[in-house]
């Protein structure tokens, strides 16, 4: 058994893309288990840029199999725009298969978080509009339409009736937005079933059998932890779990069968979207960072809100998720910024010291964070292969995590190249 899950610990865009493919080569099956196009996973080969939202990362250098499995939300539109275009780059997506579990991504669950989003205004969550939240909505009301059901003519028909009738009376009456055509939508995903239809499988027999007989399979996660529907800063999250425990639900894969769990943060802190950030810098230094960084959104382009590493709520993270291997990426950002600060507690509103996530949003807001100082460093460190020759202050800072949070840094990204990595242990 070889099995390896690589989930973001922060709010995502931790570079989980990029070491899902370094990972990738040696796996006989890459599979995405929860979150669906909202993700933007970014994979660099020499000066060529791939973004993949719904294809796993593993897509250009697997040999074996690429599955999206039944934990995902599907919009089979924009599977078939980005396989496309990965043909059209000269990359087969031949070993590309969908459960046939996994939920579909209607037009009106993406007109619906649009709505949402713009009626909220300024208390909107900041979603990437891609219709998420409502289909795994649907899911969990035991009303959403699943992939297989796009091959059953009857069975599409009736359910895209039964969904519009209550979603269209909603936009009608409360959005005062037009309603949605029943047979122009029938049309539309039973003819999207039909170019599927190679592609929809049972992936969770294939799954077990493939880690019973010793394969060796990656399961990508998507967002994050801080971004998860229970652990994150709920309501500010995603609709999913993107947590080591998310493989499971969302994979039909046994706890038993997880070995590797990988956790990846940046350096520092990042977060698209709104919602409590703790440890961001509002000011020069965070416009710096994104500059240096190249912070933002790999799906929606927006800036990406920066600030220091918070050990605190990766703590939190790396507890949820049972990590055992911790990889740290773009630590070629902070490169000549100066000296380096490292959240390690919270003061609490009435100055209470502590070192552990709260599940209460509102008080986090009140929260301060409180820093230790690390001394910075001004090499470039971005073609460095080997730990022994980066600077002594990058493995100061390298080492202060692994003490606090226990757990080894088996891999540090120092550039976003695939082969721009300083790998401290093989794990195969
Ligand atoms: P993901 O969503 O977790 O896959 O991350 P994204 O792809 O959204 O964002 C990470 C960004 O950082 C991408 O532009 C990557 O190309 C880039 N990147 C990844 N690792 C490194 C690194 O070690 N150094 C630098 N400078 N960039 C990196
Ligand atoms: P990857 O996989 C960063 C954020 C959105 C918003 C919240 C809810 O690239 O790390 P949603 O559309 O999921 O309902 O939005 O979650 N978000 C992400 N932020 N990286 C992502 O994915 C994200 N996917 C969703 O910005 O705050
Ligand atoms: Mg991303």
Redo the contacts with the bound molecule.
């Keep these: 058994m070889a099995t390896f899950v690589v989930v ?1 610990l922060q ?4 570079g ?2 990029k070491i899902t493919d370094v990972l990738s080569s040696k796996s006989d099956y890459v599979v995405r288990f929860q ?2 196009d ?4 970014t994979v660099y080969v020499g000066e060529d840029k791939f973004v993949l939202h719904l294809l796993p990362s593993g897509v250009l250098q697997c040999k074996g199999k690429c599955i999206i499995a039944n934990g995902v939300v599907v919009n089979p539109k924009n599977f078939l725009k980005e396989t496309s275009q990965l043909e059209a780059r000269g990359y087969s997506t031949d070993h590309i298969f969908i459960s046939r579990r996994a939920h579909v991504i209607m037009p009106y669950h993406i007109l619906l ?1 649009t709505y949402r989003e713009e009626e909220a205004g300024n208390e909107s ?9 409502p289909c795994y909505e649907d899911k969990i009301a035991r009303m959403g339409i699943r992939m297989v059901d796009l091959l059953n003519p009857e069975v599409l028909r009736e359910k895209i009736n039964l969904n519009l009738k209550l979603k269209n009376s909603l936009f009608e009456k409360y959005y005062g937005k037009p309603k949605l055509d029943a047979d122009e939508v029938y049309e539309e995903f039973i003819s999207l079933g039909q170019a599927l239809v190679h592609r929809i499988v049972d992936t969770e027999r294939e799954l077990n059998e493939a880690i019973h007989s010793g394969k060796t399979v990656l399961f990508e ?4 932890l801080m ?1 998860d529907i229970d652990f994150g800063t709920y309501p ?5 779990s ?1 947590s080591t425990g998310g493989v499971c639900t969302g994979a039909g894969v046994p706890p038993t069968s997880l070995q590797h769990l990988i956790g990846v943060a940046k350096a520092y802190t ?6 409590p950030f703790p440890t961001e810098l509002d000011n020069e230094l965070g416009e710096k960072i994104r500059k240096i960084g190249h912070e933002f ?4 382009g ?1 800036p ?1 809100r920066t600030g220091w590493l918070d050990l605190v709520s990766l703590k939190h993270a790396c507890m949820i998720n049972g990590i055992n291997n911790l990889v740290i990426t773009k630590l070629d950002v902070l490169s000549g910024i100066g000296e380096i600060k490292i959240a390690t507690h919270y003061l609490t509103e009435d100055c209470k010291k502590i070192d552990y996530f709260t599940s209460s949003t509102t008080k986090l807001y009140k929260y301060t964070p409180i820093y230790e100082t690390l001394e910075g460093w001004d090499e470039d460190i971005a073609q460095i292969k080997s730990y022994d020759e980066l600077p002594s202050a990058a493995k100061k800072y390298l080492e202060f995590i692994e003490k606090y949070l226990g757990i080894a840094v088996y891999l540090v990204s120092v550039g976003p190249e695939r082969s721009q990595n300083i790998i401290r242990k093989e794990l195969f």
């Design positions: 973001g709010y995502g865009d931790e989980k893309g979150g669906g909202n993700a933007g996973h978080d969550i900041g979603t990437t509009k891609k219709g998420i939240g996660g998507a967002q994050a971004l500010f999250v995603t609709s999913s993107p990042t977060r698209v979207g709104n919602g959104g790999a799906t929606t927006r990406r």
